[in-house]
């Protein structure tokens, strides 16, 4: 069997794997990417990405393939928590270009992957993982084959960034924890010859049992994405033309942007999927992407947080591969310290809004008097990821906008009181959680995680 020698083998090319093979190429780093598709390839995916986003992909260098799509960079947000709404700008940052986009994965991923075969990695789509190489309990390649040609790939490192059902991570059986499953599901579409507002705007609005995003998206589509409870599943597939577009036109300002617009290509949809962490590293090895932590994508933060873990995924294993094999365990343990304590205050936050029903009445409270304080740019950046909602939805603003609630509110005051209590029992046993992690059973962490690609039985 033909053996090559890498660095790095990276499998998966798309949000995390291509970025990371990029920037460890141009670091000097002898790496190899390995895809099973061939792109350009559709996937499961919000296709959103916030400010933090567009200002990695602007480090990566494809700003201008990126305006190429003709996606609009939105400057706003239109945003709504049950009767609450407000129009804001998206906050900026030095070194941002814009606050918030949509690029289809057929488009985006070949810019990715482009970016990564500039940076000099070896890249080899349809190519299929199906073993390790390990020296003992180190994992020291892959073996792949490549239409019908087996081969071996041997590295320092070997990164599975390949999305939910990682093949990487069921190979080094790594343990999933703190899992959350869904309670709401979503389908999206494009449409063309949209009425969207002068200055592009991202409409996220949350109320009663409706869910609802839209966003200007690439060649001048617009994209509507509708998240309804999961108990309205079976009802919403006997029509799920009529049941899109009836949850998609009660949201107001979607409903005035589809207004003469015809939906391109097929109504697409995520219906069955769970929250988790998955161990982040081992000897040999390490989970980028949704292969090592996948949120409830309400707040549609799949992409960013796949670009957030490769950049400070980079330094650590640049510093790995300069020493010894225990030197880049430590490193890369460091790395995964890192992700689990970054990324766990936006994973509850995420499966918060992803909850059947309505937000507790104290929410929408506490996001009125953020804006009113002027400090609605706080919570925008929830959504980028530069602010963490335990210090913008802290237990102080909590009892504080719950006061102001109920000498407002006559009637529900119990519930209210109720609400409350109930989230800072939460709170203290997500606290727990993050510390003492709820593993499930090897048997239970190798089941399928739910479709990822796109293929005619999730479509129409």
């Known amino acids: ?75 706003r947000s239109n945003s709504r928590a049950e009767d609450f709404q407000f129009n804001a700008a998206w906050p900026q940052r030095s070194g941002d270009v814009g606050g918030s986009a949509s690029v289809r994965r057929t488009l985006l991923d070949p810019i990715l992957v482009g970016a990564a075969e500039e940076a000099g990695a070896e890249v080899r789509m349809a190519t299929d993982v199906t073993g390790l190489v390990q020296d003992g309990d180190r994992v020291t390649g892959v073996r792949v084959r490549t239409h019908g040609h087996e081969a071996e790939l041997r590295a320092r490192l070997v990164v599975g960034a390949d999305g939910r059902n990682s093949t990487v991570a069921n190979l080094v059986a790594a343990r999933k924890y703190n899992i959350v499953p869904n309670q709401r599901f979503a389908y999206w579409a494009f449409f063309e010859g949209a009425n969207m507002p002068a200055e592009p705007t991202n409409v996220f609005h949350r109320w009663a049992d409706k869910f609802v995003i839209g966003a200007a998206a690439d060649n001048g589509l617009y994209q509507v994405v509708v998240i309804p409870e999961l108990c309205e599943l079976p009802r919403f597939r006997t029509n799920l033309e009529s049941s899109f577009m009836e949850h998609a036109l009660s949201c107001e300002p979607v409903a005035e942007a589809l207004e003469g617009a015809r939906r391109v290509g097929k109504l697409l949809g995520m219906v069955h999927y769970t929250g988790f962490f998955r161990e982040p590293c081992g000897p040999g090895w390490m989970l980028v ?26 330094p650590e294993i640049v510093e790995g591969l300069g020493g010894s094999p225990e030197a880049q365990d430590a490193a890369l343990a460091r790395w995964g310290r890192w992700r689990d304590h970054e990324f766990s205050d936006h994973y509850w936050f995420a499966n918060d809004l992803g909850k059947a029903g309505r937000v507790p009445a104290v929410f929408p409270q506490m996001v009125a008097d953020l804006h009113d304080k002027g400090q609605i740019g706080r919570f925008l950046d929830l959504f980028t990821h530069r602010e963490k909602p335990s210090k913008v939805l802290s ?66």
């Open 1 to 75: 069997m033909l053996a090559q020698g890498f660095d790095v083998v990276i499998v998966g090319a798309r949000c995390a794997g291509s970025p990371l093979a990029a920037m460890l190429a141009r670091q000097g780093a002898n790496v190899a990417v390995v895809e099973r598709a061939t792109f350009p390839r559709d996937t499961l995916s919000t296709h959103i990405f916030e400010a933090d986003g567009l200002a990695f992909l602007d480090r990566l260098g494809v700003t201008d393939q990126l305006r190429a799509t003709g996606a609009p960079f939105m400057t």
């Open 289 to 314: 992407g949704d292969a090592g932590h996948f949120k409830d994508p309400s707040p549609g933060r799949g992409i960013g947080d796949a670009f957030s873990q490769v950049d400070a995924a980079v």
């Open 395 to 460: 237990p102080a603003r909590l009892f504080g906008s719950a006061g102001r609630l109920l000498r407002h509110q006559h009637q529900g005051r119990r519930a209210v009181l109720s609400e409350v209590r109930t989230l800072v029992g939460e709170n203290a046993h997500r606290q727990l959680l993050n510390h003492r992690h709820a593993y499930v059973t090897p048997a239970e962490a190798l089941k399928p995680a739910g479709a990822t690609e796109v293929d005619a039985s999730s479509a129409r």
